[in-house]
């Protein structure tokens, strides 16, 4: 059974940081692309980051600078760190295995708030 569980969110004053867990299960973690995901109330899910199995990260413009994923074969484990979160940052952040487009697998998401 495949199970991806993302950990780390919470609530975040604004310019602070968090760093975001996903542990997987039941995959061959080594052999994914690991991504994380977005999705603010109201809007589409977005890419915040992927990283392959051999290492090439890919972000989007707009989180270029603020955000690293990064990954531990070892404990099949993907990381996301935020830093100078912005109120707009706020969202569920999903965790997303990647082997191809009939065979992705997602996490439940975790809420991050980013409020004074």
């Known amino acids: 059974q495949v199970q991806l569980v993302e950990s780390g969110g919470g609530l975040v004053q604004p310019g602070g940081s968090l760093r975001l867990s996903c542990a997987a299960s039941g995959i061959i973690f080594s052999a994914a692309t690991m991504g994380w995901y977005r999705q603010a109330p109201g809007k589409a899910r977005e890419l915040v980051a992927t990283l392959t199995r051999d290492g090439t990260t890919n972000y989007p413009d707009s989180m270029k600078g603020r955000f690293n994923i990064s990954r531990d074969n070892a404990k099949n484990t993907a990381y996301l760190q935020m830093n100078t979160l912005k109120p707009e940052d706020t969202a569920v952040y999903y965790c997303?295995?990647?082997?191809?487009?009939?065979?992705?697998?997602w996490g439940q998401g975790t809420q991050v708030t980013v409020s004074s």
């Open positions: 997303n295995a990647f082997y191809s487009s009939r065979r992705t697998y």
